[in-house]
Protein backbone atom coordinates (compact mmCIF):
# COMPACT_ATOMS: atom_id res chain seq x y z
CA UNK A 1 0.00 0.00 0.00
CA UNK A 2 1.51 3.37 -1.27
CA UNK A 3 0.67 6.52 1.28
CA UNK A 4 -1.16 9.26 -0.29
CA UNK A 5 1.51 11.62 0.70
CA UNK A 6 4.30 9.27 -1.70
CA UNK A 7 2.01 9.69 -4.21
CA UNK A 8 1.83 13.43 -4.65
CA UNK A 9 5.23 13.05 -3.74
CA UNK A 10 5.95 10.78 -7.51
CA UNK A 11 3.30 13.10 -9.08
CA UNK A 12 5.08 16.37 -7.92
CA UNK A 13 8.64 14.85 -9.36
CA UNK A 14 7.07 13.41 -12.49
CA UNK A 15 5.46 16.46 -12.83
CA UNK A 16 8.65 18.58 -12.34
CA UNK A 17 10.62 16.45 -15.06
CA UNK A 18 7.97 17.12 -17.49
CA UNK A 19 7.68 20.45 -17.28
CA UNK A 20 12.00 20.81 -17.63
CA UNK A 21 11.26 18.11 -20.71
CA UNK A 22 9.35 20.76 -22.37
CA UNK A 23 10.72 23.80 -22.02
CA UNK A 24 13.94 22.31 -23.30
CA UNK A 25 12.10 21.18 -26.06
CA UNK A 26 10.19 24.19 -26.44
CA UNK A 27 13.62 26.35 -26.42
CA UNK A 28 14.93 24.35 -29.08
CA UNK A 29 12.14 24.42 -31.33
CA UNK A 30 12.45 28.50 -31.07
CA UNK A 31 16.32 28.78 -31.62
CA UNK A 32 16.97 30.13 -28.17
CA UNK A 33 20.02 27.90 -27.55
CA UNK A 34 21.59 24.68 -29.31
CA UNK A 35 21.69 22.17 -27.65
CA UNK A 36 20.90 17.54 -27.91
CA UNK A 37 17.95 16.79 -26.25
CA UNK A 38 16.75 13.39 -25.43
CA UNK A 39 12.94 13.67 -24.11
CA UNK A 40 11.81 11.66 -21.14
CA UNK A 41 8.36 12.33 -21.83
CA UNK A 42 6.48 9.09 -20.78
CA UNK A 43 8.92 8.05 -18.43
CA UNK A 44 9.09 10.45 -15.69
CA UNK A 45 7.39 8.35 -13.37
CA UNK A 46 9.74 5.79 -13.11
CA UNK A 47 12.88 8.19 -12.28
CA UNK A 48 10.42 9.63 -9.74
CA UNK A 49 10.01 6.26 -8.37
CA UNK A 50 13.94 5.13 -8.12
CA UNK A 51 14.46 8.80 -6.78
CA UNK A 52 11.15 7.75 -3.74
CA UNK A 53 13.58 4.25 -2.97
CA UNK A 54 17.59 6.37 -2.96
CA UNK A 55 19.32 6.27 0.05
CA UNK A 56 22.09 8.72 1.29
CA UNK A 57 25.20 7.56 -0.55
CA UNK A 58 23.08 4.90 -3.10
CA UNK A 59 24.46 5.67 -6.75
CA UNK A 60 23.24 5.89 -10.01
CA UNK A 61 24.29 5.91 -13.74
CA UNK A 62 22.39 6.96 -16.80
CA UNK A 63 22.01 7.32 -20.49
CA UNK A 64 21.70 10.51 -22.81
CA UNK A 65 18.49 10.11 -21.72
CA UNK A 66 19.14 11.39 -18.13
CA UNK A 67 16.96 14.36 -17.47
CA UNK A 68 14.26 12.48 -15.02
CA UNK A 69 16.96 10.01 -13.19
CA UNK A 70 19.05 13.47 -12.23
CA UNK A 71 15.45 15.54 -11.18
CA UNK A 72 14.53 11.81 -9.19
CA UNK A 73 18.17 11.87 -7.31
CA UNK A 74 17.63 15.11 -6.58
CA UNK A 75 19.37 17.34 -8.46
CA UNK A 76 18.63 20.74 -9.57
CA UNK A 77 17.53 21.50 -12.86
CA UNK A 78 18.64 24.98 -13.17
CA UNK A 79 21.93 22.80 -13.89
CA UNK A 80 21.15 21.11 -16.12
CA UNK A 81 19.75 24.05 -18.08
CA UNK A 82 22.99 25.55 -17.62
CA UNK A 83 24.78 22.36 -18.56
CA UNK A 84 23.30 21.82 -21.75
CA UNK A 85 23.69 25.56 -22.62
CA UNK A 86 27.13 25.18 -22.08
CA UNK A 87 27.09 27.63 -19.30
CA UNK A 88 30.26 27.82 -16.54
CA UNK A 89 27.04 27.43 -14.01
CA UNK A 90 26.37 23.91 -15.61
CA UNK A 91 26.30 20.78 -13.87
CA UNK A 92 29.70 19.87 -15.38
CA UNK A 93 30.79 23.39 -15.94
CA UNK A 94 28.89 23.65 -19.40
CA UNK A 95 31.63 21.10 -20.92
CA UNK A 96 29.69 17.62 -20.24
CA UNK A 97 26.23 18.24 -21.63
CA UNK A 98 23.92 15.37 -21.49
CA UNK A 99 26.41 12.63 -22.28
CA UNK A 100 28.83 13.41 -19.42
CA UNK A 101 27.31 14.52 -16.76
CA UNK A 102 28.42 14.05 -13.57
CA UNK A 103 26.49 15.25 -10.23
CA UNK A 104 28.20 13.44 -7.36
CA UNK A 105 26.54 15.27 -4.41
CA UNK A 106 23.49 13.78 -5.75
CA UNK A 107 24.82 9.97 -6.88
CA UNK A 108 24.75 10.98 -10.37
CA UNK A 109 27.93 8.93 -11.09
CA UNK A 110 27.52 9.21 -14.76
CA UNK A 111 25.67 9.29 -18.47
CA UNK A 112 26.86 8.28 -21.43
CA UNK A 113 26.42 8.19 -25.01
CA UNK A 114 27.43 5.29 -25.56
CA UNK A 115 24.68 2.41 -25.94
CA UNK A 116 24.90 -0.04 -23.02
CA UNK A 117 28.31 1.81 -21.86
CA UNK A 118 26.77 2.45 -18.39
CA UNK A 119 26.39 -1.36 -17.26
CA UNK A 120 30.00 -2.14 -16.85
CA UNK A 121 30.46 1.12 -15.07
CA UNK A 122 27.78 -0.07 -12.58
CA UNK A 123 29.32 -3.27 -12.22
CA UNK A 124 32.87 -0.74 -11.25
CA UNK A 125 30.71 1.48 -8.71
CA UNK A 126 28.96 -1.47 -7.21
CA UNK A 127 32.11 -3.30 -6.70
CA UNK A 128 33.35 -0.59 -4.81
CA UNK A 129 30.19 -0.46 -2.38
CA UNK A 130 30.15 -4.22 -2.36
CA UNK A 131 33.65 -3.41 -0.82
CA UNK A 132 32.52 -0.55 1.44
CA UNK A 133 30.57 -2.94 3.27
CA UNK A 134 27.19 -0.65 3.81
CA UNK A 135 23.90 -1.10 2.50
CA UNK A 136 23.83 1.52 -0.70
CA UNK A 137 22.97 0.19 -4.09
CA UNK A 138 24.00 1.25 -7.21
CA UNK A 139 20.76 1.87 -9.94
CA UNK A 140 21.96 2.07 -13.63
CA UNK A 141 19.22 2.74 -16.06
CA UNK A 142 19.12 2.11 -19.95
CA UNK A 143 17.23 1.04 -23.11
CA UNK A 144 15.45 -2.00 -24.40
CA UNK A 145 18.48 -1.14 -27.46
CA UNK A 146 21.18 -1.81 -25.23
CA UNK A 147 20.60 -5.21 -24.22
CA UNK A 148 21.79 -6.67 -27.54
CA UNK A 149 25.41 -4.95 -27.46
CA UNK A 150 28.49 -6.43 -25.34
CA UNK A 151 28.48 -4.56 -22.77
CA UNK A 152 25.30 -5.08 -21.22
CA UNK A 153 26.01 -9.22 -21.36
CA UNK A 154 29.60 -8.75 -19.81
CA UNK A 155 27.93 -6.65 -17.35
CA UNK A 156 24.98 -8.94 -16.54
CA UNK A 157 27.50 -11.71 -16.38
CA UNK A 158 29.90 -10.41 -14.01
CA UNK A 159 27.20 -8.97 -11.81
CA UNK A 160 25.16 -12.08 -11.06
CA UNK A 161 28.94 -13.99 -10.91
CA UNK A 162 30.31 -11.27 -8.29
CA UNK A 163 26.69 -10.29 -6.82
CA UNK A 164 27.17 -7.17 -6.98
CA UNK A 165 24.23 -4.69 -5.23
CA UNK A 166 23.10 -3.53 -8.73
CA UNK A 167 19.43 -2.09 -9.77
CA UNK A 168 19.16 -2.76 -13.54
CA UNK A 169 16.32 -0.53 -15.00
CA UNK A 170 15.93 -1.64 -18.23
CA UNK A 171 13.45 1.11 -20.07
CA UNK A 172 11.58 -0.64 -22.84
CA UNK A 173 9.74 1.72 -25.20
CA UNK A 174 10.66 -0.44 -27.94
CA UNK A 175 12.90 1.06 -30.05
CA UNK A 176 16.52 2.12 -30.77
CA UNK A 177 16.30 5.25 -32.72
CA UNK A 178 14.67 4.66 -35.59
CA UNK A 179 14.49 0.61 -34.98
CA UNK A 180 11.50 -1.93 -33.07
CA UNK A 181 12.71 -4.03 -30.47
CA UNK A 182 11.35 -7.61 -32.51
CA UNK A 183 13.87 -6.60 -35.53
CA UNK A 184 16.81 -6.40 -33.45
CA UNK A 185 16.00 -9.59 -31.04
CA UNK A 186 13.64 -12.32 -31.06
CA UNK A 187 12.88 -12.61 -27.79
CA UNK A 188 11.37 -9.05 -26.96
CA UNK A 189 10.13 -10.28 -23.44
CA UNK A 190 13.22 -9.04 -22.28
CA UNK A 191 13.29 -9.76 -18.36
CA UNK A 192 12.86 -13.28 -19.63
CA UNK A 193 16.39 -13.66 -20.95
CA UNK A 194 18.06 -12.80 -17.63
CA UNK A 195 17.98 -16.00 -15.75
CA UNK A 196 21.05 -17.65 -17.31
CA UNK A 197 23.20 -14.40 -15.38
CA UNK A 198 21.44 -16.14 -12.30
CA UNK A 199 19.83 -12.70 -11.41
CA UNK A 200 16.42 -12.36 -10.90
CA UNK A 201 14.31 -10.23 -12.81
CA UNK A 202 10.77 -8.75 -13.03
CA UNK A 203 8.78 -6.70 -15.36
CA UNK A 204 6.65 -3.42 -14.60
CA UNK A 205 4.54 -1.07 -16.59
CA UNK A 206 5.24 2.33 -16.27
CA UNK A 207 1.05 2.74 -17.33
CA UNK A 208 0.61 1.42 -13.59
CA UNK A 209 1.86 3.77 -11.46
CA UNK A 210 1.11 2.39 -7.97
CA UNK A 211 2.33 -1.57 -9.24
CA UNK A 212 4.94 0.02 -10.71
CA UNK A 213 6.24 1.84 -7.35
CA UNK A 214 5.17 -1.16 -5.52
CA UNK A 215 8.04 -3.44 -7.42
CA UNK A 216 10.57 -0.72 -7.81
CA UNK A 217 10.20 -0.64 -4.21
CA UNK A 218 10.16 -4.58 -3.80
CA UNK A 219 13.30 -4.67 -5.80
CA UNK A 220 15.42 -1.82 -4.36
CA UNK A 221 14.51 -3.44 -0.78
CA UNK A 222 15.85 -7.27 -2.38
CA UNK A 223 19.01 -5.64 -3.50
CA UNK A 224 19.62 -3.34 -0.65
CA UNK A 225 18.79 -6.51 1.89
CA UNK A 226 20.70 -9.29 -0.14
CA UNK A 227 23.38 -7.40 -2.10
CA UNK A 228 22.63 -9.53 -4.77
CA UNK A 229 21.32 -7.67 -8.26
CA UNK A 230 17.96 -7.68 -10.18
CA UNK A 231 16.92 -6.64 -13.45
CA UNK A 232 13.80 -4.86 -14.03
CA UNK A 233 12.57 -4.45 -17.54
CA UNK A 234 9.52 -1.21 -16.80
CA UNK A 235 7.89 -1.08 -20.23
CA UNK A 236 7.47 2.40 -21.12
CA UNK A 237 5.63 4.05 -24.72
CA UNK A 238 7.92 5.98 -26.65
CA UNK A 239 5.56 9.66 -26.57
CA UNK A 240 8.46 11.23 -28.94
CA UNK A 241 11.11 10.69 -31.29
CA UNK A 242 14.25 9.77 -30.52
CA UNK A 243 15.58 13.23 -30.19
CA UNK A 244 14.09 16.91 -29.88
CA UNK A 245 13.69 17.71 -33.75
CA UNK A 246 13.68 13.82 -35.19
CA UNK A 247 11.66 12.36 -37.35
CA UNK A 248 8.22 10.53 -35.97
CA UNK A 249 6.66 9.72 -38.97
CA UNK A 250 7.79 5.79 -38.74
CA UNK A 251 6.42 5.77 -35.28
CA UNK A 252 2.07 5.89 -35.04
CA UNK A 253 2.61 8.74 -32.00
CA UNK A 254 -1.03 9.55 -31.36
CA UNK A 255 -2.57 12.94 -32.37
CA UNK A 256 -1.59 15.74 -29.60
CA UNK A 257 -4.99 15.87 -28.65
CA UNK A 258 -5.45 12.18 -28.23
CA UNK A 259 -1.62 11.88 -26.26
CA UNK A 260 -3.77 12.07 -23.02
CA UNK A 261 -5.21 8.65 -23.53
CA UNK A 262 -1.50 6.67 -23.79
CA UNK A 263 0.32 9.34 -21.83
CA UNK A 264 1.04 7.67 -18.34
CA UNK A 265 1.38 11.27 -16.05
CA UNK A 266 -2.08 12.31 -17.22
CA UNK A 267 -3.61 8.88 -16.64
CA UNK A 268 -2.10 9.25 -13.13
CA UNK A 269 -2.97 12.52 -13.02
CA UNK A 270 -6.67 11.92 -13.37
CA UNK A 271 -6.46 9.09 -10.63
CA UNK A 272 -4.37 11.24 -8.26
CA UNK A 273 -7.79 14.34 -8.67
CA UNK A 274 -10.06 11.91 -8.05
CA UNK A 275 -8.42 9.90 -5.37
CA UNK A 276 -6.59 11.77 -3.41
CA UNK A 277 -7.11 15.68 -4.71
CA UNK A 278 -10.04 16.48 -2.08
CA UNK A 279 -8.82 19.84 -1.20
CA UNK A 280 -7.99 21.30 -5.11
CA UNK A 281 -4.16 21.33 -4.28
CA UNK A 282 -2.52 19.89 -7.40
CA UNK A 283 -3.54 22.73 -10.01
CA UNK A 284 -1.62 25.51 -7.34
CA UNK A 285 1.16 23.37 -6.56
CA UNK A 286 1.53 22.51 -10.64
CA UNK A 287 1.39 26.54 -11.28
CA UNK A 288 4.04 26.77 -9.02
CA UNK A 289 6.35 24.50 -10.79
CA UNK A 290 5.59 25.88 -14.01
CA UNK A 291 6.88 29.43 -12.34
CA UNK A 292 9.67 28.07 -10.84
CA UNK A 293 10.82 26.52 -14.25
CA UNK A 294 10.31 29.11 -16.11
CA UNK A 295 11.96 31.23 -13.84
CA UNK A 296 15.13 28.88 -14.03
CA UNK A 297 15.44 28.64 -17.58
CA UNK A 298 15.71 32.41 -18.13
CA UNK A 299 18.32 32.47 -15.64
CA UNK A 300 20.15 29.99 -17.34
CA UNK A 301 19.66 31.52 -20.83
CA UNK A 302 20.92 34.45 -19.47
CA UNK A 303 23.76 33.00 -17.21
CA UNK A 304 27.79 33.18 -18.48
CA UNK A 305 29.76 31.57 -20.77
CA UNK A 306 32.64 29.70 -18.97
CA UNK A 307 35.82 31.60 -19.44
CA UNK A 308 39.01 30.52 -20.96
CA UNK A 309 40.85 29.33 -17.41
CA UNK A 310 37.20 27.53 -16.96
CA UNK A 311 36.77 25.93 -19.85
CA UNK A 312 40.70 24.39 -19.59
CA UNK A 313 40.08 23.18 -15.60
CA UNK A 314 39.89 19.26 -15.34
CA UNK A 315 40.88 18.92 -18.93
CA UNK A 316 43.54 16.17 -18.68
CA UNK A 317 46.84 16.41 -21.43
CA UNK A 318 48.18 13.45 -22.43
CA UNK A 319 51.34 13.84 -23.96
CA UNK A 320 52.80 10.55 -25.63
C1 LIG B 1 27.44 1.33 -28.84
C2 LIG B 1 26.54 2.28 -29.59
N1 LIG B 1 25.92 1.85 -30.72
C3 LIG B 1 25.09 2.69 -31.39
C4 LIG B 1 24.90 3.98 -30.94
C5 LIG B 1 23.94 4.90 -31.69
N2 LIG B 1 22.71 5.07 -30.89
C6 LIG B 1 22.53 6.16 -30.11
S1 LIG B 1 21.10 6.09 -29.27
C7 LIG B 1 20.70 4.60 -29.92
C8 LIG B 1 19.41 3.91 -29.54
C9 LIG B 1 19.41 3.33 -28.17
O1 LIG B 1 18.15 2.81 -27.88
P1 LIG B 1 17.74 2.37 -26.44
O2 LIG B 1 18.89 1.71 -25.77
O3 LIG B 1 16.50 1.57 -26.55
O4 LIG B 1 17.47 3.73 -25.66
P2 LIG B 1 16.37 4.85 -25.94
O5 LIG B 1 17.00 5.85 -26.87
O6 LIG B 1 15.17 4.19 -26.52
O7 LIG B 1 16.11 5.46 -24.61
C10 LIG B 1 21.68 4.17 -30.79
C11 LIG B 1 21.64 2.90 -31.53
C12 LIG B 1 25.58 4.39 -29.78
N3 LIG B 1 25.43 5.62 -29.28
N4 LIG B 1 26.38 3.53 -29.11
MG1 LIG C 1 14.54 2.21 -26.48
Known amino acids: MITKSTLLELYKTAFIIRTVD ?29 GVNKYPGDKIVSTYRCLGDLIGFGGSYYSYFAEIMGKKDGISGGKGGCMHLCSTENGLLATTGIVGGGLPIACGVALSVQTDGNDNIVFVTFGDGATTTGAYHEAMNLAGLWKLPILFICINNEYALHTRLSRITTNTE ?6 VYGIRAFRAVVSEPEKLHITVTKCVEFVRDTGEPIFLEISCPRLHGHMTGSNTEYMNLPADDEMFQVDPLMLFRKQVVREYDSNNQLESIEYQIINDVSASYNKALNAPLPDNQDLLKEITKYTT
Open 22 to 50: QKIDEGLRNNHFFALHYPVKGQELISASL
Open 190 to 195: LYTKVD
